[in-house]
């Protein structure tokens, strides 16, 4: 390889030999969970898929281990809800998130959250599934528990049982 000063004007002045250090080991210090790639006056070196460089900024690819997979999300190995998304934390953790149209009813919300996954009905949308009086008279909120009913501006509750169950029955109000 030429390597002269000006190599336009005065070529052949200064020629090295070129060597490729990646084909023989010995020829460069690379770990053998490294690919070692020739350039053009040297080499480098670079971990393997599938391994951590331990010393990737002052000496790349000569100390390469073998990164630990998280498997904690694999099947029979969490406790995550049937329904829950399994998420990979660290090298051994994992948390639990309930998806969409779920509600998470987990003993532990905040310690174990996903655990218990329960699918949102949406009670208020259809009137056989819920005991508010009509559309036209009561107000139908769906909410974690289930859903609430009020009466609607301008009716009064007349139903059996105002303090727990209100707006079931709802009569206009004469005024």
Known sequence: ????????SEPGKVCIREVNECENPK??????DAICVD??????????????????????????QKSQENDMCSGGKHD???NAKC?????????????PGFKDKSPDLIGKPGRV?????????????NDCDTPDRAICTDTDEGYSCRCKQGFLDVSP???????????????
Do not use: W
């Open 117 to 129: 996954c329960i699918p949102v009905i949406p009670e208020c949308d259809n009137p056989s599934l």
């Open 87 to 99: 998420f990979h934390k660290g090298d051994k953790e994992f948390s639990c998130v309930c998806p």
């Open 1 to 8: 390889m030429d390597h002269s000063p000006n190599i336009h």
């Open 39 to 64: 350039t053009t006056e040297s080499y480098k070196c670079i971990c393997k898929p599938g391994f951590i460089d331990l010393d990737q900024l002052r000496n790349p690819g000569r100390q390469c």
């Open 80 to 82: 995550c809800d049937r």
């Open 27 to 32: 020829s460069n210090d690379c770990h053998p």
């Open 161 to 175: 049982d105002t303090a727990r169950k209100p707006g079931r029955i709802c009569k206009q109000s004469e005024c």
